[in-house]
Every structure is written in C-alpha cells, then in structure tokens.
Nanobody
Framework: QVQLVESGGGLVQAGGSLRLSCVAS????????MGWYRQAPGKQRELVAT???????NSADSVKGRFAISRDNARNTVYLQMNSLKPEDTAVYYC?????????WGQGTQVTVSS
C-alpha cells in the first residue's frame, strides 16, 4: 500500500508564499507521475500541477508563473512552491501519485489565504 503524507499548509496573507511537501512511502515514487490537486469548498477537485518521472511539468493556467512543482527522488518527496498567493487559492491540497494506471492520494493539507 502506498502512503502519501502532505505537510506545509497553513494560513497566509495574500501575496505570501508557502511550500507544500509530500513524502511517499514506497520506492515506486521515482517511477510515478506526481501531482498536486486542490479542492475548494463547494467545488470539484482540480489539477494544480504535475511532474513526470523524467521531470516534465504541467500546471493549471491559474497558477502558471506563481506555483512551481519539483521532486527529489532520493527523498521520495514532491514539492509545491506557491508564491503570490491569492484568496482564490484557498483549498485543501492533495498529493497524488499515478503509477501503472493506479492513483494514490494523500489525506490533504489545508491552505487558507486571507485578503
């Protein structure tokens, strides 16, 4: 069973920064596409950013130029650096691992951006 544990969420003022981390429990990490998703109250879960095992990245238009995803395969960790945060970034952020047609999810970490 793969376990993903997120950390780094919290309360921040608009314009501030946070860095989320997600540690995976198994060695499949290096072969997985890792991603961050978020879900705001009353809304569907949406893609924030992904990074392939080869380091290729993709991100939602709403966060381009503000958020950056990266990974450290030696530490089984994926990061999401969030800068210039806006109130509309408020959501629960979930870490995802996609490996051989299986999706694994973390428990989520709350990010709240005050105006």
């Amino acid at each position: 069973q793969v376990q993903l544990v997120e950390s780094g969420g919290g309360l921040v003022q608009a314009g501030g920064s946070l860095r989320l981390s997600c540690v995976a429990s198994r060695s499949i990490f290096s072969r997985s596409t890792m991603g961050w998703y978020r879900q705001a109250p009353g809304k569907q879960r949406e893609l924030v950013a992904t990074i392939t095992s080869g380091g290729g990245t993709n991100s939602a238009d709403s966060v381009k130029g503000r958020f950056a995803i990266s990974r450290d395969n030696a530490r089984n960790t994926v990061y999401l650096q969030m800068n210039s945060l806006k109130p509309e970034d408020t959501a629960v952020y979930y870490c995802n691992a996609y490996y051989y047609l299986n999706n694994y999810w973390g428990q989520g970490t709350q990010v709240t951006v005050s105006s």
